[in-house]
């Protein structure tokens, strides 16, 4: 049995920003097209009136201030309020397969080794643009990387899942390093005309580089990894390829992102809570030595209350990192540009935890110490 590290990670970020003020001009506007066109309707009461929203709105209820994403007009015109992002040939590279072969990069770059000595390649993700050929496959084939990928969708937890995934790899001897990556064009399925989600998500892809620890001399120990799955119908997407078979249905609004969010609060906080807390105390790790939690991006409210919970009092901004006031919801990116973006400060011997929870419900904690 080996033991596995974390020897690099990467990120691409996408250079379009749209910021709270921009999204809620555009989200009204659409409110007052609607309401004006219906309101016979909703005069007779047959139909609601839409109800504007507000950057006050958006930020007491979720922390996020912008977000990157791959298209910026599409989703600001209020006649279209969606990314417009043109289909590719087959000969060119896909999208997803692009940002997340930057990332990969970047991680590759850090890491400082040939790609010769990676083995597998894992395109984890909430959603891939394509059923086959395997988003990985064409990753692994733009890096010039031997051996074998595939794809895994376990939603906002795919990045801790597909660590874990790696980690189980490294330890049977089936690989020396594996390349777990994370594209995220969540702007994709997002319902920008939804006034308690269209300021949820951003796009990002991330990597994240898991090696045979008696091959690098740096990077962080994984101490334990652990999942867990709970179904749930409270975070859902039903799009799929399904849906040609029931033409009806094309256009429902549950082919898009869609949550129950005070539901999800309630249930998925002691859900994750508890959970770390019975991984560290299984692992002998006193969770208030913990020097960062490097937790999943969605609401600041829930990463408050599991910090609180984890380290018994309230954490700082520096012990309990949070990004996504600028990158907003990146699913199963959130928690690696967290760690990758907060963790230069650590000693060898310091204590940290990577931590993701969404859909499914699914969550996974990942305990590293830098060596």
Not at 339 to 363: K, P, R, T, V
Request: glycine share 8%; with cysteine.
């Amino acid at each position: 049995m080996h033991s596995a590290v974390i020897a690099a990670t990467g990120l691409y970020t996408p250079p379009l920003t749209v910021s709270n003020a921009e999204l809620v001009v555009a989200f009204n506007a659409y409110v007052a097209a609607y309401n004006e066109e219906h309101s016979g309707a909703i005069a007779a009461g047959e139909v609601e009136a839409l109800t504007p929203s507000s950057e006050a709105f958006i930020e007491k209820a979720s922390g996020i201030k912008s977000r990157h994403v791959m298209n910026k007009a599409g989703i600001l015109d209020p006649k279209i309020m969606r990314p417009i992002l043109p289909e590719r040939s087959n000969e060119e590279p896909s999208i997803m397969a692009e940002i997340g072969v930057s990332a990969a990069r970047d991680a590759i770059a850090r890491w400082g080794k040939d790609v010769g000595e990676i083995d597998a390649v894992i395109c984890a993700a909430s959603n891939m643009q394509r059923a086959y050929p395997a988003m990985a496959i064409e990753i692994q084939q733009a890096l010039g990387i031997d051996g074998f990928g595939f794809d895994m969708n376990v939603a906002c937890s795919s990045a801790t899942f597909g660590i874990k995934t790696a980690v189980d790899y490294i330890a049977s001897g089936s690989a020396r390093a594996v390349l777990v990556v994370n594209p995220e064009i969540t702007s994709g399925h997002l319902n920008f005309c939804d006034r308690d989600s269209h300021f949820i998500f951003g796009d990002v892809a991330t990597a994240i580089i898991i090696e045979r620890a008696d091959l690098v001399a740096g990077g962080w120990d994984i101490l334990g990894t652990r999942l867990k799955t709970q179904f749930s119908n409270n975070i859902r997407n039903n799009f799929g390829f399904l849906n040609r078979t029931a033409p009806e249905g094309i256009g429902a609004k549950d082919k898009l992102f869609v949550q129950e969010g005070r539901k999800v609060f309630r249930e998925v906080v002691p859900m994750v809570s508890d959970m770390i807390l019975a991984h560290a105390l299984d692992l002998n790790i006193d969770p208030t030595s913990l020097k960062r939690l490097w937790l999943h991006q969605a609401n600041i409210n829930m990463n408050e209350l599991i910090g609180r919970k984890v380290l018994g009092r309230d954490p700082t901004r520096e012990e309990n990192v949070i990004i996504l006031d600028s990158y907003a919801n990146t699913s199963s990116a959130g928690s690696i540009i967290a760690f990758h973006s907060a963790n230069d400060d650590f000693e060898a011997g310091d204590l940290g935890l990577i931590c993701s929870f969404g859909a499914g419900y699914s969550a996974g904690t990942v305990f590293v110490r830098k060596r």
